[in-house]
Structure formats: structure tokens, C-alpha cells
């Protein structure tokens, strides 16, 4: 088990992430238009028992997948996205944001195919703070046509060219189908590091580099509560073995993360800083974001996972979908104490 982070081995790693802006990701996955609508209430409907929400104003982030993108580019990376967008206005929103933050985008489309889109109403009285009151989600339902899913398998396979590492954001939109993960595996198995986030379907990435799972999916994989230390390292280990990966990165909320190689070797990482969390929505994006490119850049997997920590300690300060730059990422790493 290795030594836990000390506050000179994170400031040892400032130099890492002034090479990123030299380096190429490769994300494939859910593209996903978070659209916040804001309004103000000030009573409750006559005609059933609910708040009349008056209508103030609205915008679209990046989520999803291309949450993780655009944590890529913040942190000076340079990045690609491949997945699937609709023809319809928040295909084009986010086709819009994709070309602001400077991020390549390749995307398969398909007549009669929806955006995956997650709207959020937040409101609240005139001097009380927002808060999200509904979400409504609109997008494919049942799996994608083959043709679509192997369109999307060549944008794979012909991006990874350029790219010095790939990161899977599958939130279970369809994207990520049996086309994409046989590439996938034969890119990891040509040496580029694959690393995958997947919210439903884990135990479908056999052959990649790193697995993150959180540790609710990490039970799901395992099929076991996973509530004590002993637990979690029984599991662990298994699902090493299983997926044949060469890294497991679990994250643990408050309990921070855990790293397991291909050894046997396990690395409890605790928890960075000690402020509470302000919301933790697309915490899980800026995680894998940091680490993927922290390894395109030459990191080992435990300096990449202390990266991914810090950065992940930082967004979880900000409300909503949002990224951390490389400037608040090296201004943390110096500050530690």
C-alpha cells in the first residue's frame, strides 16, 4: 500500500501540467447539452399543488461528455470529440460552444436522431438562492443503427491517429456500442491509453488501460456491498482481473480515491483540502478529464490520480457544470501546505 499524498510530492508535480497544452486528447462518448432554465416563484398554483415558476432566463452548457472536453481544453489540453449530435437546436448549441472553447469536434448525425439533452428548472424567491426544483431528459431511446454506431467507430479510429491518449465518457446515450469497444481495445492494445468512464455498462471494457469507476458502480461490477476498506480491496483487485486493465481508479467521495494496478498493488489517496463540497455535478468529468491528459502527458498512473484529485477537490467549489483551468489547477499545487 502506498504512502498516503504529502504536500511536497503534490507541489513536485507543478511541472506536469505546463506540458499539457503539447498534448492530444481523444474523447468519445455522450455529448450532452445541460440546459439550465432560471426563473423566479412567489406561489403555488391554483390549478394543482405546485410553484408557478416565473420565467427569467436560460442557458446551455457543455455536459456529459463534452463536459469532460471542455475540462480538457481548460486545463490548455488539446482535445477532439467524437460521439453523436442531433439536427436540432441543441445539436447546434452545442456545436456553437464546441467551436468558443476551441474544441475539434467530429460528430456522426442521423435523420430523426434527438441531442441528448438534460433541462434543469432552478428557482427560487427574490432574495434566496436558486435551486433545481426539476429535470427533464430528452434523447435517443433503445440502441443506435449499426450504421450510425459504425460511422462512429471510424471517427474513432481515424481521430486516435493524432491523439496522445483517449478518454470514454459513456453515460449510456448509446454512443459507446460493441463497435467503438472493439477499437478501443485495439488501441490499448497498441500502447495509446485508454481511459473509461462508464456509468451503466463497465463490465463491457475489457482490455483498456483504466477503469473509473465511483464506488456504487464499483458494486454494481462486483455484484457485493463494498462498505469497509477490506471490502473495497477485495473488490478491487477483482475487477482488475476481470476487465484486464492495467489501473482501476475509484473514486470515494468524501473518502477520496483508490488506485489498483495489474500487480496486486493498491494506493489509498485521501480526500484534498477541507472545504465542503459546494455541488458535485460533473465532478466525475473533471476526474477523468485531469487524469487522461495528466497520462497523454507522461504520467505515471499515481501522479495522475493526485492531479485528478486536486482538480477534483476544486470543481466540486463551483456550482453546477464546470471546469477547472490549468491556472487554478497549478495555483492549488503551489499553495498546499
Keep these: 500500500m502506498a504512502a498516503a499524498s504529502t504536500a511536497p510530492a503534490l507541489r513536485a508535480l507543478t511541472q506536469l501540467p505546463k506540458t499539457f497544452a503539447r498534448r492530444r486528447v481523444l474523447l468519445v462518448g455522450d455529448l450532452v447539452a445541460d440546459r439550465y432554465i432560471y426563473g423566479q416563484t412567489d406561489r403555488v398554483s391554483r390549478e394543482a399543488p405546485v410553484l408557478i415558476v416565473r420565467y427569467e432566463s436560460s442557458e446551455v452548457k457543455l455536459g456529459g461528455g463534452a463536459n469532460v472536453a471542455a475540462n480538457i481544453r481548460a486545463l490548455s489540453g488539446q482535445v477532439t470529440a467524437v460521439g453523436l449530435l442531433g439536427a436540432d437546436d441543441m445539436g447546434r448549441a452545442l456545436r456553437r460552444l464546441f467551436e468558443k472553447e476551441g474544441i475539434r469536434l467530429s460528430a456522426a448525425s442521423a435523420k430523426g436522431l434527438e441531442t441528448e439533452t438534460k433541462t434543469r428548472i432552478l428557482a427560487g424567491g427574490v432574495n434566496t438562492t436558486r435551486q433545481q426544483m426539476l429535470r427533464v431528459d430528452r434523447g435517443q431511446r433503445g440502441p443506435l443503427p449499426t450504421r450510425v454506431r459504425r460511422a462512429i467507430a471510424g471517427l474513432v479510429e481515424e481521430a486516435a491517429k493524432e491523439s496522445d491518449a483517449v478518454v470514454v465518457s459513456d453515460y449510456g446515450a448509446g454512443v459507446v456500442g460493441d463497435e467503438v469497444r472493439e477499437v478501443l481495445r485495439k488501441l490499448a492494445g497498441d500502447g495509446l491509453p485508454v481511459c473509461v468512464d462508464s456509468r451503466y455498462a463497465l463490465a463491457s471494457f475489457s482490455g483498456v488501460t483504466v477503469c473509473k ?9 462486483s455484484g457485493r456491498p463494498v462498505r469497509s476498506e477490506a471490502e473495497l480491496m477485495e473488490a478491487g483487485h477483482a475487477a482488475v482481473k476481470r476487465l484486464g ?83 487554478e489547477l497549478l495555483g492549488e499545487l503551489r499553495s498546499t501546505r
Excluded: W
Design 245 to 327: 486493465c492495467r489501473a482501476l481508479l475509484v473514486t470515494r467521495g468524501r473518502q477520496g480515491m483508490a488506485l489498483f494496478d495489474a500487480d496486486g498493488g493498491v494506493d489509498f489517496i485521501p480526500v484534498h483540502g477541507a472545504k465542503a463540497a459546494v455541488d458535485v455535478t460533473g465532478a466525475g468529468d473533471t476526474v477523468i478529464a485531469t487524469f487522461s491528459l495528466a497520462l497523454a502527458a507522461g504520467a505515471t498512473f499515481g501522479e495522475a490520480a493526485r492531479l485528478a484529485n486536486v482538480a477534483g477537490s476544486l470543481v466540486v467549489q463551483k456550482p453546477g457544470t464546470a471546469t477547472v483551468s490549468q491556472d
Design 213 to 221: 469507476p465511483n464506488e456504487p458502480e464499483l458494486e454494481t461490477l
